[in-house]
Each structure stands twice: as structure tokens, then as C-alpha cells.
């Protein structure tokens, strides 16, 4: 198993290697940034010298590998709107994403599973079409849509829920402020609800159908008969036999949608006003912040690459026939 | 089950708690809505509107310009102007102090200016990069205490407006901070001072000094322009900016709040590029002869843009300068199209077999400006019905369309807008100040306009320049470089348990809002 996490954390190197590039050509392809830093007023010359300030003269290869020369000392470079570290802005806002996303993936894995088995266990009947119904519209409704019905409906028409906002907990925790954290969670899962079952709903559907789909197919294979004909009861052969093989597949598509939500919510961080990274990228790629916008893609690149890493190493845990 | 029960029982308690703890605003707060994030709290380094209303509470500046064009002090009482116009010497109010206790003297004044100027720091807000550019700011020095001089490079008659806009901060504690530290840690002598700032979600202010009728002052962060009228409706802000005009219906029938619409300061036109390049692509050497561009005054019905697309009524615009220092003489081209189909014929582009005139590109940035690329489809199809085949290239507002303007290298035909304001019609004209101006985007050269500006200088008096201006505004009506639009309105939602009016020159200040 070292051995495969070695290999997995040298191939990382090479893979956040790449992401920088990628995005550092992407950036540089809307042509010189300067422009966007300047007064409309600014002389030539006051361009030129901003232009010196802020690195964009030299020539781009020498730009790139001062960056990455940089970075492997720790210095990712200061925000050119923030005028501070472009890392301390960018985990600044991680903690939010991530209560986001942790919290919409509660709740899709904790009721995708569910109707996933009931769907298998009672297929053909109405209350399989029903889920799979929910299902299909969780897939074809966009979630800025449904998040601003949310809104309305709940937030402002029957005033159940806040309309938007976020209240910290993982930020305070992080700063060890725990009495702070732990005072606020009430409320922070209070504003969470209709932001995270907006991002959580598509994510509920999709997998609502692997689990049936996968669930279908075990429960009709040989040793789920030989365990009924033994006389175990159902709940155990769902259970204990037929879900304990059905979820391989949910397992990683778990972590592939984490992994895509950390940087994929910027729509519904932008509905609900969640000051995460997603928005946060957003307005950096909009504003040229360039030292902003490669601290995020390494910082998600990481994230991304150490949850397929951890992913893969539970998929070698619960099923023994999978070697690492 | 009973205890699993009863845990699912606290939870929806305490939220239910911590949701009644986030209702409605207190009598000692207000709380404004804003568009967009905020990025720091470093006065050199400010430049969008959203952080400037934020930080004007903070800091003070020497002079005040009212929402109506006015002046009036503000840190300074009063002020003598060289008789080369190169040096504005300004008299402090005495008393006034920081909000780290130390007095607020002429060596804080000069030092703002100073260090916003220093190349060291590299700042490229609107102070360095717009005022400093415009008035040609040499340096700033404190003559006593309570006396300071700042001195210009050459004479310049919309300096005193412009100078008023940068902020004064307290060189001790500036001096002592890193420029890091500066940006999160703001230290004026306003009446407001910061509490805390978590980026992306919300800033807070605490009272410390009149004007000011709130205690405290909360600005949320709401992109999402429904969410914002959502969060208005439902009585959790007072104010928010930028309404879309598809809202404004619903706000105002929802019984808790109103929109206030205004006629902005911002001019919205169709440029020409007239350079050299753009007049040897298609449609360029058209619109080269002023009475194509005068024809196609006529092909656009601008009040139907703005009943329609802007949910507001306008009168357009009659040229570069805001409706109150306009040139009264002058009434806004009407929508006639036969008759700009008659003057271009008459120019010499007669409709050819195909239908069309000639071709030309109509290049827009979107998402910046109010319903900007739909008002720039209905002005397409305008110039379409009168015979320009329009190429219509509309593009990314921040990282495509910005620096091709800045290189002023957009067209022959582009969509734009230019802040302007209400205390002298100078401001709005510099935008063509020089040829070369970075501003002349359409990099037109008339001597009848820039020739004048000499004469403007030379003027003994008010209504001397007057005189001057009103024959620029009228070259610049016949023959400019500009199809006149609209000037732009902005909506304001506003609580009906407040008493506060907005500004036309988007400027948010809170000083004066009471309590209804």
C-alpha cells in the first residue's frame, strides 16, 4: 500500500505541475493584464511602471518559473486586488466551500442510499417510479434555479429559512477559536440548509440511480440466493450482503463529486451569498488576480488529487478482490 | 428511539432559536446590500464604487462634493489658489483627530497625498492612478499644523474637485504599518470606523464621531441581484444597489420597501473610432465624415431603450456633459429614421442591391453596464433598419474588452460608458482634455474642441469659460465623436423604515439617513 501512495504523491507533483501551467497560459491568453490595473487616465509611462510593479514585463516563461521557483519556497505571491497573500485569501474562503459541500453531500449520500435500495427492493411499483421521478427532475432542474425558487418560496414567502448568507464554523474551529465555533453551529447549519440542498439535489438524483442500478444488479446475482435460501432475513441480505457490494460504485463517484463541487459551486455561492472559493476564483479570473487564481487551482488541485488518493485506497479496503 | 427523538427535537430548536437571533434590523443599524465584493480597505488603492462608499465613512477628505453638484468643507475650512493656479494651499479645522486618538494635522494630509504618489508602493487606485494622473500632482507639503499645500504641475480647472476625492489617513499609524497591514486595517478620522471585515460576506462599522444617525453600519455582500431584493422584502437590509429593472415592480409592490430610481452621471454613447487603422476597415471611412455620423443620430430611438430595457424614462442625452451643466441650448436628436435614411443618402451611401450601405463592426462589452447587451442589440438592429449591416461583436467585459479599450483599439463602432458628475462641466468634458488623452477613445481631433481648451484656461471668469463651453458642447453636438444615448440610471431599493435618498453620481453615503 506505500509503495501505491508513493507513486500516487510523486504523480500528484507532476499533475499540480501541469494544472499551474494550464491555468498560467490560460490567463496570459486574454492578453496583457496591466490594462485592468490602471486608472483610464494612467499615462504611458504610469502604465510601464505599473506594468514593472506588478511583473507583467518580463517574459512569460521567466514569469512561470519565478512562480514556481517561489512557491516551492512558500510564497505564493500577493493578491493584486487584496494586496495580501494570495494563499491566506485563498484558504480564507476553503473553510466555507468546504462546510458547503461537506454538509450537500450529507445529505445526497444520506438519502441517495436509501432511495437507491427501496427503488431496487421495490422495483416496478409506485414508489419506484416516484424516486425515480424525483430523480430524473434533480437532474434536469439547474440548481440556480432551484436555489432561487428556494429562496423565494422558503426564505422569503414562509421566512422558514435565512435567504442567504453564511454564519462560520469551520473557520473559527480552524483558528482554534472553538467557543465561537461550536456557539455559532446552530446557526450555521440553520443557513446551510437551503444552500447545500440546492447543490446537494442533483448530486441526491444521480446517485439515487447508481445505488438502485447497482443495487438491481447484486440483488440478482448467485450468493444473494444462497443467502435468502440459508433463511437470513431480507434486511440483513439488503444490508449486510447485496448494499455492502452495491456501493463500490457510489463510493467513488463520492469522491469525485466532492472533489468537482470544491471548485463547482460558484453559481450557488453567488444565489446565496456563500463567500467561498468558487466565487471567490470567480472574480479572480474576472479581475486578472492571478497570484488568487493559481493559489486556488493548487490548493483544489491538492484537495482533488489527495481525495481520488484516499478514495481509492477505502475502494481497496471494502472490496479485497481490488488490488493497489 | 426516545433519545434519537429528542436529539432531532433540540437540533430543530436551537435552529429555530438561531433563526429567530437573525430577523429583523435593529433601530440602531442599518444594513446596505452591496453588488459586489469589496477587496481592501487601502485608501490608495481603492477604485471601485462599491469599496469607495464604504471607505468614505472612515476616511475624510478635504472637501465634500453633495449629491446636487456642491461643495462643501469637509477636514479643510477653507482654501487660497496660487495665482498660477499650481498651488492649492488648504486651511485644516482645528480639533480633528484620528481614530487611533492622535490629532489630525497638515503633516497627515501631506503624507496621504505623498504616499499614495511614492512609486515604492506601487498603488493603482483612483487616487494615483485617476486624480494624481489628471491634475499632474507634483507633491504635497504642511506648511504649519494646520496648513497644507498641494502643488500641481500645470493649471488645471477641475483640480479642486479632484483633489477632494482623495482620502486623508493618519501618517502615525500608516507609517508603522506594513502595506499588508494597511489594506485590512483602515485608520481615518471619519465618522465610522471598522469593526471587522470577513471577505466576501460582510464589512461592519461602529460610530465614533457625527455626521451619522446609526450606530452601527453592516454591508452585506449580495451578488445575486434577486437575492438582494429577496433579502430587501424581507426586511434583513435597508438598502440595496444596482436593482435590475425586471425587479423593480415587485420590490415596489411589496409594501415593506421602494425603488428610488435616479438619472446617474454616467454617459452611455456609441463611439466612432476615427484613427487611421479603423478608417481603412469596413465602415470606418463611412462614419469618417461627420454627416454620416450626425445621420445616425437620428436611427436610434433612445427613450424607447430606456422605457423598455431600462424600466426608466430619459431624455437622451445631448452630448458629453450631464443635463444640469449641459448646453440649454441644445435639444436631443429624435428618432427619425427617414430622415437619417435621407442624410445618408445625401453623404454618399446610397442602399445598395443587397439593401445594405455599408458594413460595419459594433464591438460591446457585456455584463458591466445596466441591460448593456440587450440596450446594445436594439441599438444594432436600430442602425440595421437604416441600412448598416452590423457585425456585432460583444465580448467579456473584464479581461477582453477592457484592454482593448484602454488601448483604445476598439471598433469602428463600440458601446461604452463614462462617469461623469454634477459640480462642473469640465470634468465631464476632460474626458477629450488632449487628442492623446487615454480617455479619446474614439481619437477624434477636431481643433474647433481641443483648441479651445486654451481658451478655457485663459477665461477671467465663470461666465467667459461658459461662453467657451457651450460652443465646444455645440461642436461636439454636430460633429463629435460620440452617438448620444442615455445617461444611465441606477435603482436603489430602499426600506420604508428609512428616510434616505440616493445620489445620481453613485455615491452611497449614510450620514444623513434617519429613521422613518
Not at chain 2, 365 to 383: F, M, P, S, T, W
Amino acid at each position: 500500500m506505500w509503495t501505491f501512495v508513493v507513486r500516487r504523491l510523486l504523480q500528484s507533483v507532476i499533475v499540480i505541475l501541469g494544472v499551474t501551467l494550464i491555468s498560467f497560459i490560460s490567463l496570459q491568453m486574454g492578453g496583457d493584464p496591466t490594462f485592468l490595473f490602471v486608472s483610464e487616465r494612467a499615462s504611458a509611462e504610469e502604465i510601464e511602471m505599473i506594468r514593472r510593479a506588478l511583473g507583467f514585463d518580463r517574459p512569460l516563461h521567466i514569469q512561470y518559473l519565478t512562480y514556481l521557483w517561489n512557491i516551492v519556497q512558500g510564497d505564493f505571491g500577493n493578491s493584486l486586488s487584496y494586496r495580501q497573500p494570495a494563499m491566506n485569501i485563498v484558504l480564507g474562503a476553503l473553510p466555507a466551500t468546504i462546510e458547503l459541500t461537506l454538509f450537500s453531500m450529507f445529505f445526497a449520500i444520506s438519502l441517495a442510499i436509501p432511495f437507491g435500495v427501496f427503488a431496487a427492493i421495490y422495483r416496478g411499483t409506485a414508489l419506484d417510479g416516484s424516486i425515480m421521478t424525483m430523480a430524473m427532475f434533480g437532474q434536469s432542474i439547474p440548481s440556480f434555479w432551484m436555489g432561487i425558487m428556494m429562496i423565494l418560496f422558503f426564505g422569503l414567502y414562509l421566512q422558514w429559512f435565512p435567504i442567504s448568507g453564511q454564519v462560520p464554523f469551520l473557520m473559527p474551529l480552524f483558528q482554534g477559536d472553538f467557543a465561537t465555533a461550536f456557539g455559532n453551529l446552530p446557526s450555521s447549519i440553520y443557513h446551510l440548509i437551503m444552500p447545500a440542498v440546492a447543490v446537494g439535489f442533483y448530486s441526491l438524483s444521480r446517485n439515487a440511480r447508481l445505488v438502485r442500478s447497482s443495487m438491481l444488479e447484486v440483488l440478482g446475482q448467485d450468493f444473494v440466493r444462497t443467502a435468502r435460501s440459508k433463511g437470513i432475513s431480507e434486511r440483513a441480505v439488503v444490508v449486510n450482503h447485496a448494499l455492502r457490494n452495491a456501493w463500490l460504485p457510489v463510493v467513488t463517484m463520492i469522491g469525485l463529486e466532492f472533489g468537482f463541487l470544491l471548485g463547482g459551486v460558484v453559481v450557488i455561492e453567488t444565489v446565496f451569498s456563500w463567500p467561498g472559493i468558487g466565487r471567490l476564483v470567480f472574480n479572480a479570473i474576472n479581475q486578472r488576480d492571478i497570484p488568487v487564481v493559481q493559489a486556488s487551482v493548487i490548493v483544489l488541485s491538492v484537495i482533488f488529487i489527495a481525495l481520488n488518493l484516499i478514495v481509492d485506497l477505502i475502494y481497496a479496503r471494502i472490496d479485497p478482490r481490488v488490488k493497489l | 428511539m426516545s433519545k434519537t427523538r429528542s436529539l432531532l427535537v433540540a437540533s430543530a430548536a436551537s435552529m429555530v432559536l438561531a433563526g429567530s437571533a437573525m430577523a429583523q434590523v435593529s433601530d440602531d443599524t442599518i444594513v446596505v446590500g452591496l453588488s459586489a465584493d469589496i477587496t481592501t480597505f487601502e485608501p490608495a488603492a481603492i477604485s471601485s464604487r462599491d469599496n469607495a462608499n464604504i471607505v468614505r465613512h472612515i476616511f475624510d477628505t478635504l472637501f465634500s462634493i453633495e449629491g446636487d453638484g456642491s461643495v462643501v468643507p469637509d477636514l479643510a475650512t477653507d482654501l487660497a489658489i496660487s495665482d498660477d493656479g499650481l498651488a492649492y494651499v488648504y486651511t485644516l479645522e482645528a480639533g480633528r483627530t484620528c481614530h487611533d486618538g492622535e490629532a489630525l494635522t497638515a503633516e497627515d494630509v501631506a503624507y496621504s497625498f505623498n504616499r499614495a504618489k511614492d512609486p515604492a508602493n506601487a498603488f493603482t487606485g483612483n487616487t494615483p492612478g485617476f486624480v494624481f494622473s489628471s491634475v499632474g500632482f507634483v507633491d504635497a507639503v504642511a506648511l504649519d499644523d494646520l496648513t497644507v499645500q498641494i502643488n500641481i504641475a500645470a493649471p488645471n480647472p477641475i483640480a479642486f474637485g479632484l483633489l477632494a476625492e482623495v482620502y486623508v489617513h493618519c501618517m502615525d499609524s500608516y507609517a508603522a504599518m506594513t502595506l499588508e497591514q494597511a489594506a485590512t486595517t483602515p485608520i481615518g478620522s471619519g465618522s465610522y470606523r471598522l469593526v471587522s471585515w470577513t471577505p466576501g460576506s460582510e464589512v461592519v462599522l461602529e460610530k465614533v464621531a457625527d455626521p451619522g444617525t446609526f450606530q452601527n453600519i453592516v454591508y452585506r455582500i449580495i451578488p445575486e441581484a434577486s437575492t438582494r431584493s429577496a433579502e430587501l422584502m424581507a426586511g434583513n437590509v435597508d438598502i440595496i444597489t444596482n436593482v435590475a429593472p425586471d425587479q423593480v415592480d415587485a420590490i415596489n409592490a411589496s409594501g415593506v420597501a421602494a425603488v428610488q430610481s435616479v438619472q446617474g452621471t454616467r454617459r452611455m454613447y456609441v463611439g466612432f473610432n476615427l484613427s487611421e487603422p479603423f478608417a481603412a476597415m469596413p465602415g470606418g471611412d463611412a462614419i469618417q465624415n461627420p454627416d454620416v455620423r450626425r445621420a445616425l443620430q437620428y436611427a436610434i430611438d433612445v427613450p424607447t431603450i430606456c422605457a423598455q430595457l431600462l424600466n426608466f424614462p430619459c431624455e437622451r442625452a445631448t452630448g458629453i456633459v450631464n443635463p444640469p451643466n449641459a448646453n440649454q441650448a441644445l435639444t436631443p436628436y429624435p428618432y427619425d429614421p427617414a430622415m437619417a435614411e435621407q442624410l445618408l443618402d445625401a453623404a454618399g451611401w446610397p442602399r445598395l442591391d443587397d439593401g445594405n450601405r455599408f458594413t460595419i463592426r459594433f464591438q460591446a462589452g457585456k455584463g458591466r453596464y445596466l441591460n448593456d447587451e440587450n440596450v446594445v442589440l436594439a441599438i444594432a438592429q436600430y442602425l440595421s433598419d437604416v441600412g448598416l449591416n452590423i457585425e456585432l461583436d460583444v465580448m467579456e467585459w473584464g479581461s477582453v474588452y477592457v484592454p482593448l479599450i484602454r488601448q483604445r483599439n476598439v471598433g469602428p463602432l463600440f458601446f461604452l460608458g463614462s462617469g461623469g458628475a454634477l459640480w462642473s462641466p469640465l470634468y465631464d468634458m476632460t474626458d477629450l482634455a488632449k487628442v492623446d488623452s487615454g480617455t479619446n477613445y474614439t481619437h477624434w481631433s477636431d481643433p474647433r474642441w481641443f483648441d479651445r481648451w486654451a481658451d478655457i484656461a485663459a477665461a477671467n471668469t465663470p461666465e467667459e469659460q461658459r461662453v467657451i463651453i457651450d460652443e465646444m458642447l455645440q461642436v461636439f453636438y454636430d460633429d463629435g465623436p460620440w452617438l448620444h444615448l442615455y445617461f444611465q440610471p441606477d435603482f436603489y431599493g430602499v426600506s420604508g423604515r428609512l428616510n434616505w435618498t440616493a445620489r445620481p453620481d453613485e455615491k452611497v453615503y449614510l450620514f444623513n439617513a434617519t429613521l422613518n
